[in-house]
């Protein structure tokens, strides 16, 4: 039966070995931001998948695949060692996040037992920040558990703003960093700047910059740059539409005026 967080170790932490890994969140969330950095880095590293996270606290559903048969929702972990070049990382990636406020707890406990078990030492949690308009310029804003790791991230260009994000950090991500803090685990969210209306890999590729910096890990970003080329034709398009509109608009109370 399944459990209400069921938690199935496919590899040994002993046996990976890893050491003092990071340990990465990038779950669905504004703008799919953390979950396509996370992808990315899954895919980029070849990673190896260690844990398999089911859930009754996620959507009750199950996902059908191209050959029309079925699996659970899930979420993953996956290891990569470095041997020796940077550091050795967990990412938990996945299909969803919680759709309870009691799922959440639960999920994030079982995240950082996950992490613990493994020897990690470090959480970076991703997302993106909506600021309900389009963003030219994407940039990174940021979060931590400690004033030290605040002055860290700002020597590599994450911006931290008074009173933002106004609402704090909803999810996952944001409560990995406060349960973290209560067991002593340094941790710290990297969210991207995005409109929060679609899929936004632009913002995605700034937020995976600035972590490769500071894992000081070489990622190609070409999948990333060819989703973003594609969706800043669609955001072209958008503006070209809302242009359109606007001129109508002012071109029927040109006419209204005349009647």
């Known amino acids: 039966m399944l459990k209400k967080v069921d938690v199935r170790f496919l590899?040994?932490?002993d046996e990976i070995g890893l050491e003092s890994p990071v340990f990465i969140e990038g779950l669905p969330g504004i703008g799919h931001v953390g979950k396509l950095v996370a992808d990315h880095l899954v895919n980029?590293?070849?990673?190896?998948?260690?844990?398999?996270?089911?859930?009754?606290?996620?959507?009750?559903?199950?996902?059908?695949?191209?050959?029309?048969t079925i699996r659970m929702p899930k979420n993953e972990v996956y290891a990569w060692k470095s041997n020796g070049n940077?550091?050795?990382?967990?990412?938990?990636?996945?299909?969803f996040q919680s759709i309870s406020s009691e799922g959440h707890f639960e999920l994030v406990n079982a995240y950082i037992d996950?992490?613990?078990?493994?020897?990690?030492?470090?959480?970076?949690?991703?997302?993106?920040?909506?600021?309900?308009?389009?963003?030219?310029?994407?940039?990174?804003i940021g979060a931590a558990n400690s004033e030290d790791i605040?002055?860290?991230?700002?020597?590599?260009?994450?911006?931290?703003?008074?009173?933002e994000p106004g609402g704090g950090i909803i999810g996952a991500s944001g409560l990995l960093l406060g349960v973290s803090q209560l067991e002593g685990i340094e941790a710290?969210?990297?969210?991207?700047?995005?409109?929060?209306?679609?899929?936004?890999?632009?913002?995605?590729?700034?937020?995976?910059?600035?972590?490769?910096k500071m894992l000081d890990l070489k990622v190609s970003v070409e999948a990333l740059d060819e989703?973003?080329?594609?969706?800043?034709?669609?955001?072209?398009?958008?503006?070209?539409?809302?242009e359109m509109a606007?001129?109508?608009?002012?071109s029927d109370e040109d006419l209204r005026y005349f009647r």
């Open 86 to 95: 940077g550091r050795d990382l967990l990412i938990l990636v996945g299909d």
């Open 246 to 250: 606007v001129q109508q608009w002012k």
């Open 11 to 13: 590899k040994d932490p």
């Open 188 to 212: 710290a969210c990297l969210m991207g700047v995005t409109s929060g209306y679609m899929v936004d890999p632009k913002s995605a590729k700034v937020v995976l910059e600035v972590l490769t």
């Open 150 to 163: 605040v002055e860290e991230l700002k020597s590599f260009g994450v911006k931290f703003e008074p009173g």
């Open 44 to 68: 980029e590293l070849r990673a190896e998948k260690v844990v398999e996270i089911y859930s009754h606290h996620f959507p009750p559903q199950v996902m059908v695949l191209e050959d029309g």
């Open 114 to 140: 996950i992490a613990k078990k493994f020897g990690a030492v470090r959480i970076y949690t991703l997302g993106g920040y909506g600021v309900g308009k389009l963003v030219e310029e994407p940039y990174v």
């Open 227 to 242: 989703r973003a080329k594609e969706m800043e034709k669609i955001i072209a398009q958008i503006k070209e539409m809302q």
